[in-house]
């Protein structure tokens, strides 16, 4: 009989995802209820780089208008950034109590509300508040999405999906950088806030057209009492390794993304003498760079597994941070932009699953958030060593400096992550 769990008052059928035996030609199918799953996970984590690139675009205008120093305009991104740490702490422990779905949709709905709340701010203050619990938000999205969208998917594929919502990062930033400079114009930043509310007719959507997965209802039936999420994470030594492993990996995906790509149109615009456009147009092919290379990697990892492939790219990382660090001419730095941006971030397309097969159900969304958060508050520290080391040295020192990091990501892959390739999720 089929297993059978109501939502919003109306019975969802949960034949409609994906169920059935591992290998079974059933539980290969992509059903569309996870196809659903994925839109809303992708749309989720995009919400997450829209907002913080659109951030970057209008902290000029928002310095003037309500005359704010430069540091309260940089504490408007840190705040951001630190709630969506707290947000994600919390809120991936809630979805592994209360549900992948309701708890997604509370956590766009406090982001829509607050982003919109900014609009009306009358200075440092409340605006500061607005953006820190906007962030809160905004933190919980990207480790219940892919929790949501792994457990939708079948095991062939669940590497493949994961990097389809890590995709969502970046065309948000690419929706950001091509409507910001448009509609700022126009609207001003208030109205650019305004645009922010519209998440929540995504999250009203959502709620009323997916249901749990399977594998979340199965677990909230059971009669057995609800463990502690965060203890599941350190369960024994095998499982502590892992997560160790996981925050190295993780940690050193964000200092390396974010210390690269903060300063590198500085380091076009200063050192190589680049027009604003000029450099925009190199730091997009890097950011084009990376999506080819996140959907790359979940093509690679469930055909050939999940170390082979982290080990494929850190060793790549190595090689074309280095490489880049080293070139001179505008249209060697364009390609090997590109390049190097398909191995530094293209991994990202690989955490989800990783933290997806290596943890139980009652812990899943927990360890998403938790583990990424961690290394995205290790790697907030990114920008400043890089900085510190560019003035002292120079930039292509500071990136060269950045190979070192990959090489603790082969150590803790090869010795710290477990290859769980087609495993079924428990």
């Not at 082979?308 to 074309?320: D, E, K, N």
Request: with cysteine.
């Amino acid at each position: 009989m089929p297993a059978v769990f109501k939502t919003n008052g109306t019975e969802a059928d949960m034949n409609s995802s994906t169920v059935g035996t591992a290998g079974s030609p059933r539980s290969e199918q992509v059903s569309g209820y996870a196809w659903k799953a994925l839109a809303g996970s992708a749309i989720g984590y995009a919400m997450d780089g829209f907002d913080l690139l659109i951030l970057g675009f209008m902290l000029p205008a928002i310095t003037a208008g309500l005359q704010l120093t430069s540091g309260q305009g940089g504490a408007l991104v840190t705040w951001t950034l630190i709630g969506a740490v707290a947000g994600g702490l919390i809120f991936g422990a809630l979805a592994d109590r209360f549900g992948r779905v309701r708890v997604l949709t509370w956590t766009i709905l406090l982001f829509a509300i607050f982003t919109g709340m900014c609009a009306f701010a009358r200075g440092f203050w409340d605006l500061l508040a607005y953006r820190t619990i906007a962030g809160i938000g905004l933190g919980g999205e990207f480790g219940i999405g892919m929790a949501l969208a792994a457990e939708a998917w079948p095991a062939s594929k669940r590497a493949r999906v994961s990097s389809y919502v890590a995709l969502g990062w970046q065309a948000g930033v690419l929706l950001a950088a091509l409507l910001t400079p448009l509609l700022l114009l126009h609207i001003g930043w208030r109205g650019m806030f305004l645009v922010g509310v519209l998440p929540a007719l995504v999250a009203w959507v959502m709620r009323n057209r997916l249901h749990e997965p399977e594998v979340f209802v199965r677990r909230a039936k059971s009669p057995e009492k609800q463990p502690n999420a965060f203890r599941l994470l350190v369960a024994d030594g095998r499982t502590a390794r892992t997560s160790l492993g996981i925050v190295i990996l993780c940690s050193v995906q964000n200092f390396g993304y974010y210390g690269i790509m903060i300063w590198l149109p500085t380091f076009l615009s200063k050192q190589m003498g680049f027009s604003l456009t000029k450099s925009g147009v190199w730091t997009a092919a890097t950011v084009v760079g990376m999506m080819a290379g996140i959907w790359v990697f979940g093509q690679l990892a469930d055909r050939i597994g999940r170390k082979p492939t982290f080990l494929l790219y850190q060793i790549g990382a190595v090689v074309m941070v280095i490489a880049y660090a080293h070139l001179s001419t505008p249209a060697a730095m364009l390609w090997a932009g590109a390049l190097m941006g398909v191995f530094v971030n293209g991994m990202v397309g690989g955490y989800g699953t990783l933290m997806s097969e290596g943890y139980p159900t009652a812990a899943r969304a927990t360890a998403q958030n938790v583990l990424w958060n961690l290394g995205r508050a290790v790697g907030g520290f990114g920008p400043v060593v890089v900085g510190s080391l560019a003035s002292r040295y120079s930039f292509p020192f500071a990136i060269a400096l950045l190979a070192g990091l990959y090489g603790l990501d082969m150590i803790a892959t090869l010795f710290l992550i477990p290859e769980l390739k087609g495993a079924e999720l428990e």
